[in-house]
């Protein structure tokens, strides 16, 4: 069996608590050690890890400031000959290194994705190659990826989410003759990487975050040029709709509470906008909507509630009296808190 994995924080609780069920003769010395070493405390980021991971960050702008201050003094066949010995060299550091410094390695290889980077932007400027900037950071991504799955590295799976939003957002918003459908492919792969570091928290909520990104970009794209009526409604209605679905579909216990915390914002927001779209009769429905999942031990409801009460105060500042506002805001958080504090007294359950 693999041993779980844990924090420190959590592996000194359960040292604890089996030093006391042990001296209440519950269970033996032997038992308690054979069920502290089913666990491996994780790795946190310690100030090693830290000071490398500034050290290479300080390191790639410098030599990247360095090679821009005299790009103008050098023939194109040194440019290449520099950016390619520089992302070889310091990659081939890294891997050399794994085993004897593997902080300092990955460190390395950090500097090496800056490098890489920076190369494919001014080998486009160098040989004058005609590419959109979206597309530049595509490639950028390409490369990145790979190196993440090499290194199971957390930092670098972010960074080339990242790229890939700057990659899909300027494709539909500054390059209208761009459509990103690299992304088709990407996403794909994306979670099949996420599966191999065992879906991690904050991974999975950028990875799903672009995901829902790609959603309404194409929605916003493709939807008006169905000259249908009321476009922008739609694509909201149909993103709401989504964000339903997200909240609960069935999915891995490891993305449950991610991808559904993630659906309750999706449609949270949408509705806020279809607000403004439909009469007083979507509103309503939509609020009794939120008490039943309120009623359910949904916390992200409540927070849903106050915007929605703040979106119909704004509206309603000239004829309706503040206080009555903060009265009536008041008594309903005030009535959540005793209903979830009944709850937990009862042993309800509580989720997002």
């Known amino acids: 069996m693999v041993n779980k994995e844990i924090t420190k924080k959590q592996f000194d609780f359960l040292k604890t608590e089996f030093n006391y069920l042990e001296k209440g003769g519950v269970i033996s010395e032997q038992e308690k050690e054979r069920m502290l070493s089913s666990y491996a405390v994780k790795g946190n980021m310690s100030f090693i890890t830290i000071l490398l991971s500034i050290g290479a960050l300080l390191l790639g702008l410098g030599v990247l400031t360095f090679v821009a201050s005299n790009w103008m003094y050098l023939s194109k066949a040194v440019k290449f000959l520099l950016i390619i010995a520089c992302l070889i060299g310091v990659n081939f550091a890294g891997v050399k290194w794994q085993v004897r410094f593997p902080k300092t390695a990955r460190s390395l290889h950090y500097v090496g994705i800056l490098i890489f980077g920076s190369g494919i932007f001014l080998i486009e400027q160098m040989f004058n190659i005609i590419i959109n900037f979206n597309s530049s950071f595509l490639l950028w991504a390409i490369g990145t990826v790979f190196i993440s799955y090499y290194l199971k590295d957390v930092f670098i799976l972010l960074f080339t989410t990242f790229l890939l939003f700057i990659y899909i957002n300027g494709s539909i918003f500054l390059d209208e003759t761009s459509y990103p459908i690299a992304i088709i492919l ?34 916003m794209e493709f939807v008006p040029k169905l000259n249908t009526e ?10 709401f709709v989504l964000g339903i679905l997200l909240a609960y579909v069935p999915v891995t216990p490891k993305l449950q509470n991610v991808i559904h915390l993630q659906g309750h914002l999706l449609h949270g927001i949408t509705a806020l906008f279809l607000t403004f779209e439909f009469s007083i009769w979507f509103p309503l429905a939509y609020f009794i909507f939120l008490l039943y999942l309120i009623l359910r031990g949904s916390l992200t409801s409540i927070v849903i509630i106050c915007a929605l009460i703040f979106r119909y105060y704004l509206d309603s500042f000239d004829f309706l009296p503040k206080s009555l506002t903060f009265i009536i805001g008041g008594i309903m958080l005030i009535g959540f808190g005793f209903f979830f504090e009944n709850q937990r007294k009862k042993g309800g359950d509580l989720h997002g």
């Open 230 to 239: 009321n476009s922008n409604t739609i694509v909201l209605s149909i993103l």
């Open 186 to 219: 990407f996403l794909p792969a994306l979670y099949i990487l996420l599966k191999k570091f065992d879906y991690a928290k904050y991974p999975a909520f950028f990875i799903n975050a672009l995901a829902i990104n790609t959603v309404a970009l194409f929605l």
